[in-house]
């Protein structure tokens, strides 16, 4: 069964720092991996999504990695901003397949000013 | 371009009544799917429409009935609510399935009381 787990659950750091928000899972056998991000009371946004078949992708200071042989991908945030303060979740969907999605708890993530 | 948008927004219900939930998307998505998302659980699949006139269960069926209408709306109805459905349900869609990214709605905020 796949799990999905995003330590730590909570992070606050001043403005400016470059952070690492980290997922892991248990089976490899994933066919893609996708970041959201998450402001209260709203819905999901997505920020990236990394193919099996890929190490990592880039978006603005954004930066997302993929290593499928230790079950594990990291959100990189360069230069971070009090914008930036949110709930940030990893997504695996097993296979091609919508009914085998599993979500993280999320890392909520605070900048401090 | 509204993206995926959901109704209503907030919804008191008393047990043993029923409600449906509507969704709807205008990027020509071929995927919809509900979710809910409940503290310390995480965010959980309900029923998912991998194309037009098909639908079928994920992690959390139980409870709920789904129908896809048509190519743009996929609505959730809950029968005969229960405490246990007091929730933030999201609705989403994607090209095609879980190769592709996500987009969500804002979230309906259900109350069972």
């Known amino acids: ?113 | 371009n509204a993206g995926v948008t959901q109704t209503p927004k907030f919804q008191v219900l008393k047990t043993g009544q029923s409600m449906t939930l509507q969704c709807a998307q205008d990027m020509n998505h071929n995927s919809m799917y509900w979710y809910r998302q409940d503290p310390g659980m995480g965010l959980r699949l309900i029923y998912y429409s991998a194309s037009e006139g098909t639908t079928d269960k994920g992690e959390v069926p139980n409870g709920y009935n789904v129908s896809r209408l048509n190519k743009r709306e996929f609505s959730l109805r809950l029968e005969s609510a229960a405490p246990s459905q007091t929730s933030v349900y999201f609705c989403a869609s994607s090209e095609n399935g879980s190769a592709d990214t996500q987009y969500f709605g804002p979230g309906t905020r259900l109350t069972v009381l």
């Open chain 1, 1 to 113: 069964k796949q799990e999905v787990t995003q330590i730590p659950a909570a992070l606050s750091v001043p403005e400016g720092e470059n952070l690492v928000l980290n997922c892991s899972f248990t089976d490899s056998a994933i066919y893609n991996l996708q970041w959201f991000r998450q402001d209260p009371g709203k819905g999901l946004t997505s920020l990236l999504l990394i193919q099996s078949s890929q190490r990592e992708q880039t978006s603005g200071r954004l930066n997302a990695s993929l290593d499928k042989s230790s079950g594990r991908s990291t959100l990189y945030i360069a230069a971070s901003q009090p914008g930036d303060s949110a709930t940030y979740l990893c997504a695996v969907p097993r296979y091609s397949s919508a009914s085998k999605i599993i979500f993280g708890s999320g890392t909520r993530l605070s900048i401090r000013p």
